[in-house]
């Protein structure tokens, strides 16, 4: 079939669908205002001369235009408040919106934005989501239990692989989150300070506009010569940098799902996540790794010690994570979910 995808080109989540329907055979078209590209994929760029909100709103007229040139067999849009919104302008069906967190959780707290949320949704054929926490939080605004579809955006476990662990070495507490005030990793490297051990560090891969003041947080706590902060990383490299890591910390303040927790669970390396959001479905709370009210620094750094001082624990809920990935968040599973929600579509 022929899919056009609105939708952010550079984004892993996009580049993601996209691959996948285009090694399926389809026909994939992408208009984004992102301007990477994805092998296989016909890109149209998109005019983004203020770099605000307001550009979807200049592209509109342009983006109903090519809908009506390519005649898609599905039209499927990504992240409800601004490339779905473009779709929902196109009256054009069938029509996926796919909603990803923070449109849903965040932005609809005035009666103004959470009345064009419901209406840009209501147009949609379908609302996928990936997780259970966020296909409530939109069942509950749309009011409509059988337009949302439970699509899991899983992993691919041929790619996150588990390594050989080496012995007598240094072991490594990761996190591959924007180094951005949601994601809590300041309370990582305070629980870590607590921690009188020589025999850690920690490996921050991401970038954001917390990097300095975690760096001289880092200082201050007397721990700098412990933290490397990588930068930022395409997505492709993430699972070599998972390879390096024997515990996954993820402190955050809000999460709707949690994909870097199961990428990292395929690699069997334990969990350490907040209790809340969407995280709770992706760790299996004294299985796979362990869940710690946010912001509590110290619980997280009384669990961080338990991992650190047992490795046999490691060893048990890396594999029980990896076990629960497969079963349950095995990306080419996963995908055949969208697979069969386009088929019956077009068929309607």
């Known amino acids: 079939m022929k899919i056009l995808y609105l939708a952010h080109s550079g984004s892993p989540h996009t580049q993601k669908w996209v691959r996948h329907f285009v090694q399926r055979g389809d026909e994939v078209h ?104 966020l296909a409530g939080a939109t069942e509950k605004l749309l009011g409509n239990r059988q337009k949302v579809i439970l699509t899991p955006f899983g992993v691919d476990v041929e790619t996150f692989q588990p390594r050989q662990k080496d012995k007598h070495k240094t072991i490594v507490i990761g996190t591959t989150k924007s180094l951005e005030p949601v994601y809590g990793l300041e309370f990582l490297l305070r629980a870590f300070a607590r921690l009188a051990r020589n025999n850690i560090k920690i490996l921050l891969v991401g970038d954001g506009s917390l990097r300095q003041k975690l760096k001289e947080l880092a200082f201050e706590l007397k721990i700098a010569e412990k933290v490397e902060f990588a930068g930022n990383a395409v997505h492709a490299e993430i699972p070599g940098y998972l390879q390096k890591v024997d515990i996954l910390v993820n402190p955050s303040l809000r999460e709707s799902f949690g994909v870097s927790v199961l990428e990292a669970q395929a690699c069997e390396i334990p969990v350490i996540a907040s209790d809340i959001g969407g995280l709770p479905e992706v760790v299996q709370d004294g299985v796979t790794g362990f869940l710690v009210p946010p912001t509590d620094v110290n619980a997280l750094a009384e669990k961080i010690e338990l991992l650190v001082s047992d490795e046999s624990l490691r060893k048990r809920m890396g594999k029980g994570g990896r076990e629960f990935v497969k079963k349950n968040y095995d990306w080419s599973e996963n995908a055949k979910i969208m697979e069969r929600l386009y088929d019956s579509l077009v068929k309607k």
């Open 30 to 133: 992408v208009a984004s205002l992102g301007n990477a590209p994805i092998e296989g994929a016909i890109l149209h760029p998109l005019w983004h001369p203020t770099g605000t909100k307001l550009d979807y709103l200049i592209n509109s007229w342009s983006v109903r235009r090519l809908v009506r040139a390519l005649k898609p067999d599905i039209l499927h849009a990504h992240y409800a408040t601004s490339y779905g919104y473009l779709g929902a302008g196109c009256n054009f069906h069938p029509f996926v919106i796919t909603a990803w967190g923070s449109d849903v959780l965040e932005f609809p707290k005035s009666a103004l934005k959470r009345k064009l949320l419901h209406s840009t949704l209501s147009k949609a054929d379908g609302v996928t989501t990936a997780g259970k926490f």
